[in-house]
């Protein structure tokens, strides 16, 4: 029997073939992330264009958001409100990965990529700041690995700040807008974007950028979520749904086609992956969430495989890098290639599978549902 394209749950309905396409972009993650340990520049990276991943996640973000929230502004939902379901929903496995990226840091001999020492009392500085997603700025004191990441003990918690920022202006203007205003932003953005990709704004004509507040990178990051997460919210209010089978098939052989795609004019770096990047981020990646939610799961393998790929594609997400840096470590120190730990590569693969399914099973869960009842309390007469 086919599965409904909504499915209900205690909190928002969500779209479930959107779920398993956000756990599908989750694994590209990690195996782009693997790559990093081998390339030596940009252009030669493997899964090359891997971090177009986070623009999925935006896009996905903007149209569940707008779906489970647009409606709900003139029936009490206060911009407050909103803000402290999200912090329950993200929050948690936040501050999760944080402590793990400080035990990871530890077993590394707490010092910086150089060698330099790091203290402990700096450490603790880096974690509270990472915990209330305070960015670190390059080269400060507690720039603990010293390579001018956001959060440098979880890499990826710099797209949860961004995250956190497109929660805050959906509360507090998106939602407000006319559609007209809200295609004006897409507009506005997806031109800035573009601008950005093609003119090698990140030194290496690629969107990659964000993570780290050097250069321009803080501004080359909101272009992403501005661009990405108003086309989510703007095309959920106008989505019609296209008649498409094997909607996520489909799908996830083209999230891997794009992300796995080299650098586009490699040796070097080219004008023509800016123009590859800019094309996937502002047309491709929204046509695929678009298709995405136009499917339906037609058999119980499909349904489930989607709704576990949901399940753990936010956890396997935000707690793999502390898993990744002991793997850099061990790379880099005894100058290992790919061909040498590729069976290295799959178990770990295996273990981030099954520490993000702990992680959500006997931490995130339970607190989440703790929260959740609490916020509900408060909200009776």
């Not at 709900?72 to 496995?93: A, D, E, H, N, Y």
């Not at 661009?227 to 996520?248: D, E, H």
């Not at 070097?268 to 799961?297: E, H, K, Q, R």
């Amino acid at each position: 029997m086919t599965r409904p394209l909504l499915q209900s749950s205690t909190s928002a309905p969500r779209y479930e073939l959107l779920d398993g396409l956000r756990g599908v972009a989750a694994l590209f993650v990690i195996l782009y992330h693997f790559g990093e340990a081998f390339a030596t520049s940009p252009t030669d990276q493997m899964f090359n264009h891997g971090y177009l991943a986070v623009d999925f996640f935006f896009v996905l973000s903007g149209f569940v958001i707008g779906y489970a929230y647009d409606g709900r502004w003139s029936k009490g939902m206060t911009p407050g409100r909103f803000m402290l379901r999200r912090v329950i929903r993200l929050q948690p496995t936040v501050i999760l990965s944080l402590f793990l990226g400080a035990i990871a840091y530890l077993i590394q001999g707490s010092v910086r990529w150089d060698g330099t020492p790091v203290t402990l009392p700096t450490l603790i500085v880096a974690l509270v700041l990472g915990m209330f997603l305070i960015p670190v700025i390059p080269g400060a004191r507690y720039d603990v690995r010293g390579n001018g990441e956001m959060f440098p003990l979880n890499g990826p918690s710099w797209s949860l700040f961004f995250e956190y920022i497109g929660s805050i202006l959906y509360a507090l203007v998106l939602h407000r807008l006319s559609d007209r205003w809200l295609r004006f932003v897409v507009i506005l953005s997806g031109a800035g974007l573009a601008a950005w990709a093609v003119t090698d704004m990140s030194g290496a004509y690629n969107l990659g950028v964000g993570w780290s507040m050097a250069d321009w990178g803080l501004i080359g990051g909101f272009l992403r979520l501005s661009f990405s997460f108003s086309i989510g919210l703007l095309m959920q209010r106008r989505f019609r749904p296209v008649k498409i089978r094997g909607a996520f098939w489909i799908c996830s052989a083209l999230i891997a086609a794009i992300l796995a795609c080299p650098y586009v004019g490699a040796p070097g770096p080219s004008l023509l992956n800016g123009i590859y990047d800019a094309v996937a981020t502002i047309f491709l990646l929204p046509a695929i969430v678009w298709l995405g939610a136009s499917g339906t799961t037609s058999d119980a393998f499909s349904a489930r495989l989607c709704e576990t790929l949901g399940e753990l594609s936010y956890p396997v997400y935000i707690v793999h890098y502390p898993v990744m840096y002991l793997f850099y470590a061990w790379v880099w120190t005894n100058g290992l290639v790919y061909t040498q730990v590729w069976p290295v590569c799959c178990g770990l693969l295996v273990l981030i599978l099954l520490l993000a399914w702990a992680s959500l099973r006997f931490y995130d869960r339970p607190i989440r549902s703790r929260l959740s009842a609490w916020l509900a309390s408060r909200n009776r007469p």
